[in-house]
C-alpha cells in the first residue's frame, strides 16, 4: 500500500499552465506504475495520464495529449503533471493513483490506491 498526496491545484485562465505534484509514502513508489485521473461535476471519472514504473513509457488520453506531460522522479517518491495550454473543460478534480499493473491500463478499476485530490478550475 502507498499513501499519495496531490498539491499544485488551483485557478487558472484559459491558456495557462498549472503543474501538479503527487508525492507518495513508502519505499516501493518505484514499483508502481502511477496515473492521474480527474472528475468533472457531473461527469463520470476519466483517465487523463499514466506512466510506467521507471517512466519510460507514457499513455495520454487524446482529449490533453500535446498538453499535458506526466513525469516521476522515483528518488522523490513524486509524480508530476504538467498541464499547458489549459482549457475551461479541463476543469475537474484531479487523483493520482498507484497500480502494480502493466501499462496500458486506462480504467481506474485497475489501480489499488488514490489521493484525496486537488481541485483545478480554469477560467475563460
Known amino acids: 500500500q502507498v499513501q499519495l498526496v496531490e498539491s499544485g491545484g488551483g485557478l487558472v485562465q484559459a491558456g495557462g499552465s498549472l503543474r501538479l505534484s503527487c508525492a507518495a509514502s513508502?519505499?516501493?513508489?518505484?514499483?508502481?506504475?502511477m496515473g492521474w485521473f480527474r472528475q468533472a461535476p457531473g461527469k463520470e471519472r476519466e483517465f487523463v495520464a499514466q506512466?510506467?514504473?521507471?517512466?519510460?513509457?507514457?499513455y495520454y488520453a487524446d482529449s490533453v495529449k500535446g498538453r499535458f506531460t506526466i513525469s516521476r522522479d522515483n528518488a522523490k517518491n513524486t509524480v508530476y503533471l504538467q498541464m499547458n495550454r489549459l482549457k475551461p473543460e479541463d476543469t475537474a478534480v484531479y487523483y493520482c493513483a498507484a497500480t502494480h499493473r502493466t501499462l496500458p491500463s486506462y480504467s481506474g478499476t485497475y489501480y489499488s490506491d488514490w489521493g484525496q485530490g486537488t481541485q483545478v478550475t480554469v477560467s475563460s
Open positions: 513508502g519505499r516501493t513508489f518505484s514499483s508502481y506504475a
Open positions: 506512466i510506467s514504473r521507471n517512466g519510460g513509457l507514457t
